[in-house]
Every structure is written in structure tokens, then in C-alpha cells.
């Protein structure tokens, strides 16, 4: 008699047999972004004022695509990548007080990739939520190094975070970032890897290490912004110089991969995440950073594959940050679960020169209500002007195409139609056991009385002025757990003003006092920058104070900062409270 077959347990085997297969052919997944280059900040594309020889390799040992289209800004295109959902469908309106943070429950290609096998990390900036569980540990990220804010100020030896510590970086902060994701690329080398690595350079402020910036300070420039704009040829110099830097550090991860012998079987991507933040040489294109015209929304997108993808390959059709997180579950074989939700496309035909009349797309650049079109030829712009990009890339003359204009119209006006209301009632969450300490920086906080932030840009910025009863700091927050939290307090104070009495209360009835009992005076970080910073802070380093335990109830509250008493012409400036959930309510 033959033995009876288990049809069922016999799948079970084949699939697991399949799954090991994959698993051990799964490609490693590199993704580097770049803050505020823009697509004519590298040699490939025309730029005689630099070098970036090893991101240029990328495109000529994989595929560039010509026309990559990201946000006019930062959050949003990070939030595109990650979701491969237009930004405003994920929740981000803003880069800053919160308006930066995905929905709870979208999930990013962390997750997906995390649920494939994956082992996963990010390293650098990543401006898409800084409390639990908008963190990027709860977004699918098993690591994460760096910073969680739009833009920071200090870039040698500055303060960071890993997985919730913090610590201080060491050196200047795109090589430390690098740094980190090498040490992860290599602990993690025997498994399938996602290693995201977020640079915020050239973001502002411009600082850069000696070695870069002496190449530039007196280097001629030959090749300018368009006639008109108000180049800053400093600022230009030094943006130049940290890509020269970003490119050494490319470089390091590319060798790296060679070292380990990783890089044959390794999707390496390099992209950038809006248009050039000052005026400087960007291929003639209208607009920079902050634009919905092509130069603020067109942006350098290469990726290499040695192992499958074909070298030196062109493609000229249409793409976009959307497109990132569904080409690279393509190529490695990870399953979209909310493919049917997805805004992007699965660009592989593309790289693979399998694609056969491949459809017209409309890709749309939004920022506020301004919102861009852009098809393969045309594009209309957020005031309804008409260009054809093909015979005038500089967007210098509209055309009068009523068809093209309407349709493309009538495009843009079901895109906005289809968009949610951005949420103004977003509390900051606290109170996760699973990641207790939740930081709440000024940029988060409303000042009141004669307390304001230390600069008009809230990212990276601290609350000063506070020099009376009067005035206090506030938090709109929402508590996940009752119990008792450790309060602390980032400060700095002079000798003079030392002795002030403070108070953090909370709405539903906590409270705790403290004494700044010791001055912690230390000066501004102002010999770092190469250009005088316009609208951004010089920071200091911040000391810890804690206060003592205060105890919150689950739900909706607003915690208060006020003094007491006041010993000084100033009480203190202030970086950010901390609270650390140490005993839920109802546990001994």
C-alpha cells in the first residue's frame, strides 16, 4: 500500500523550500537621500564647479532617470518614499510643530521589507515623526542613528539619538551617519538588509570640514544661477563643498560593498529630496527649493544592481519618489500588501527594457494649495500656465494648448478633490511602555507671555526670553499610559540668573517643582558655519535637569512650564522637556 501524501504538508515544505531559496538570493537594499541638492549639484549632469565621481558611478554602472520628480520640500518627499503615497495622503502638511508625521497605521517600506525578512536601519535625518509611535523604531526601522527633526544645528560632534539614547556624534555628521550605516551594513552582511541612509547635507547651516571648504573658498565659479536670481556665491561654494563630501561618503558605502563582497547583489539608490536651496546652477530650470517649477521639484535618481540591472541605461519616461518603495518590493520580491493604495508605480519594466507602451502618467508636485502637473512633454504650473518642457525646459513661455490645458486642469482639480483635510488636532503622544522616554522639544511647544523660540524657524530651536511668572511653554499632548513619569529638563542658565523656582504641571492634575540651583552658561557654537546663518539659531550644549516625578492619567492633556519664582533677569533657556514612563498605574 503507498503511503497516503499530506497534500497540504507538502505545500507547506515546497513554500518553505521557496522562501529559503529567496531568502538567501534576496538582494540588499541601499537607499541614500540627499537634503536640498539639487538635480545640477553633481558632475553627471553638467555641473563644471565640482566632482562627485562616486555618485556619478552610479549612473553609469546602473540606470538614470532623467526626469525624477520629488517635493518642493523635505518631509514630504521623505514621507513619498517611504509610503509610495503622495505626502497629503499620509498625513504630512508641513515640516515642522508636527505637521511632518505619518498617519499611524500607513505602513512604510521598513515594514514591508521588516516582514519579508529584512533586517532594517536608518541613519541620519528623518523628519517624519519624533515621539512613539511616529519614531522611526515603531516604523519599521530596527535601528535607528540620527535625528528626528527637519533640519538640525550642529554638524561636528552634535547630539543625536540611537533607538531612544542619546548621545553625541562623533566628527562631522554626514560621516558619522555614514559611519553607523557601514558598522550596520557589515554586522548584518550574512542577511538581507535595508539600510537607509539620510544625509541633511547641503541642507543649511553651511558647515563643512576644512578639507572640503578649502577646495571651494577661493575656487572661481564658473558655471552660474540663471540671469536674475541672487546667487550667493559663498553660499553656492559651500553647498558645492558638501557635496564633494557626500560623494567621498558615497563612495565609503560603495567600497564597502565591494570589501564584503556584497555590491554584485546589492540595490544601491541615490536620490535627493527637492531643489537646490539657494540660487546657484541648476541646468536653467525655473524655481528652487520651496517651488513647484521644475527646478524645485526635479531631482537626480539613479539605481544600480550589478548582478541584474543593465549599465549606462537612460530612461527618459516620467518618475517620482512614489515610485521608489513599489520598484524595490518589485526587484526584491517583497509583497505589497496596500498595492491597490499605492500612488506610485512599479518602475522595473523601465529598468529592465521590458516595458511595452508603457501608459501616459500625470505626476504631481504639491505644496500647500499650489499643486503642478507633469506629464512626459508638459507642465502646468500651480497658476495654470502651460509650458512644454521639451522646447523649453526654462519654463520662459507659456503655450496656448486649450485641450492640453484644460485636461491637465481638470487633472490637477480631482487631485486636490481627492486629498484630505490637512489635521490640525494632532496632541504629541506620550507614554509608550515599549519605548518609554518620549522628548518634548521646543519646536513642539507654543510659547506664551514674553517667551519665544530662539529663531523663526522652530526645528531646531529653543525657548528664550522667559523672564517672568508670567510667561510659560505649553504642550498639547496625548497620554497612552497612566502611571508616574520622570520629568526632565535640557537648560542652560547664567551664574547671574541662577535660583529660579520652576513648575511643570499638567492640565488633568500633575505637577512637579524644581530648583535651578546650578548655572550651566555655555557659549554659542558660532565658529563652525562658513556662512552666517539667516533665520536659524546657533545652538549650545544643553544640560540635563531632572526635576522629579509627575503623575499623568491616560488621555487628552496640556502640560505646563512656568517659573515660580524668579531669581534673575531670565529664568532659563530651554531646549526640551523629557518624560519617562517609570510605573504604569496599577503596577507595584
Request: include cysteine.
Amino acid at each position: 500500500m503507498k503511503p497516503r501524501v499530506n497534500k497540504f504538508a507538502l505545500l507547506l515544505m515546497t513554500l518553505f523550500a521557496a522562501t529559503a531559496i529567496n531568502a538567501a538570493e534576496k538582494p540588499n537594499i541601499v537607499v541614500i537621500l540627499a537634503d536640498d541638492q539639487g538635480w545640477g549639484d553633481l558632475s553627471i549632469n553638467g555641473n563644471r564647479n565640482l566632482s562627485t565621481p562616486n555618485i556619478d558611478s552610479l549612473a553609469r554602472d546602473g540606470v538614470m532617470f532623467e526626469r525624477f520628480y520629488v517635493c518642493p520640500l523635505c518631509s514630504p518627499t521623505r514621507a513619498e518614499f517611504l509610503t509610495g503615497r503622495y505626502h497629503a495622503r499620509v498625513g504630512v502638511s508641513g515640516v515642522s510643530t508636527g505637521q511632518e508625521r505619518l498617519d499611524l497605521g500607513v505602513k512604510t517600506i521598513a515594514d514591508f521589507f521588516k516582514a519579508a525578512g529584512y533586517t532594517t536601519g536608518a541613519f541620519g535625518k528623518w523628519h517624519n515623526g519624533s515621539q512613539w509611535p511616529y519614531h522611526p523604531n515603531a516604523r519599521g526601522f530596527d535601528e535607528f542613528y540620527g535625528f528626528t527633526s527637519g533640519h538640525w544645528g550642529e554638524y561636528f560632534n552634535p547630539p543625536l539619538e540611537h533607538n531612544g539614547r542619546w548621545i553625541r556624534g562623533k566628527g562631522y555628521i554626514a560621516d558619522d551617519f555614514t559611519d553607523h550605516a557601514l558598522e550596520f551594513i557589515e554586522r548584518n552582511q550574512k542577511r538581507p538588509f535595508l539600510c537607509y541612509l539620510a544625509f541633511n547635507t547641503p541642507h543649511s547651516p553651511f558647515c563643512v570640514p576644512d578639507e572640503y571648504w578649502n577646495r571651494f573658498k577661493n575656487k572661481p565659479i564658473v558655471m552660474r544661477g540663471k540671469d536674475g536670481d541672487a546667487e550667493d556665491l559663498p553660499v553656492t561654494r559651500c553647498a558645492l563643498a558638501m557635496c564633494e563630501n557626500i560623494d567621498w561618503n558615497v563612495g565609503r558605502v560603495l567600497k564597502k560593498l565591494d570589501e564584503l563582497k556584497l555590491a554584485n547583489n546589492t540595490v544601491v539608490v541615490y536620490f535627493s529630496d527637492n531643489g537646490p536651496n539657494s540660487w546657484r546652477w541648476n541646468g536653467g530650470m525655473k524655481g528652487r527649493k520651496g517651488s513647484t517649477d521644475e527646478g524645485g521639484v526635479r531631482a537626480p535618481f539613479f539605481i544600480r544592481w550589478p548582478e541584474r540591472l543593465p549599465r549606462g541605461k537612460v530612461a527618459p519616461e516620467i518618475a517620482g519618489a512614489i515610485d521608489i518603495l513599489p520598484t524595490l518590493a518589485s526587484l526584491a520580491g517583497v509583497p505589497l500588501t496596500e498595492v491597490e493604495r499605492l500612488d506610485g508605480r512599479d518602475l522595473s519594466p523601465l529598468l529592465f527594457g521590458t516595458a511595452r507602451n508603457w501608459p501616459e502618467r500625470v505626476i504631481f508636485n504639491q505644496w500647500g494649495r499650489n499643486i503642478s502637473a507633469r506629464t512626459q512633454r508638459y507642465r502646468l504650473d500651480a497658476k495654470g500656465a502651460l509650458f512644454d518642457m521639451d522646447n523649453d525646459p526654462g519654463q520662459k513661455t507659456p503655450i496656448n494648448n486649450t485641450e492640453i490645458t484644460a485636461r491637465l486642469a481638470k487633472a490637477v482639480a480631482e487631485f486636490r478633490a481627492s486629498l484630505p483635510q490637512p489635521q490640525e488636532d494632532r496632541p504629541f503622544t506620550v507614554g509608550y511602555p515599549e519605548f518609554p522616554m518620549t522628548p518634548l522639544p521646543a519646536r513642539d511647544g507654543v510659547p506664551h507671555g514674553n517667551a519665544q523660540r530662539s529663531a523663526t524657524a522652530p526645528n531646531c530651536s529653543y525657548f528664550t526670553h522667559w523672564t517672568s511668572t508670567e510667561d510659560s511653554m505649553t504642550w498639547d499632548i496625548a497620554v497612552h499610559t497612566s502611571g508616574e513619569y520622570e520629568a526632565a529638563l535640557y537648560y542652560t542658565c547664567a551664574e547671574t540668573d541662577a535660583g529660579s523656582v520652576i513648575e511643570l504641571s499638567s492640565r488633568n492634575g500633575g505637577r512637579v517643582e524644581g530648583k535651578i540651583t546650578e548655572a550651566w552658561d555655555p557659549p554659542l557654537n558660532t565658529g563652525e558655519d562658513r556662512v552666517p546663518r539667516k533665520g536659524e539659531s546657533y545652538m549650545k550644549e544643553f544640560r540635563e535637569l531632572k526635576l522629579g516625578r509627575i503623575s499623568l492619567r491616560a488621555g487628552r492633556d496640556t502640560l505646563t512650564l512656568r517659573a515660580l519664582r524668579v531669581a534673575g533677569k531670565q529664568v532659563a533657556d530651554v531646549r526640551l522637556i523629557t518624560l519617562t514612563l517609570i510605573k504604569p498605574a496599577g503596577k507595584k
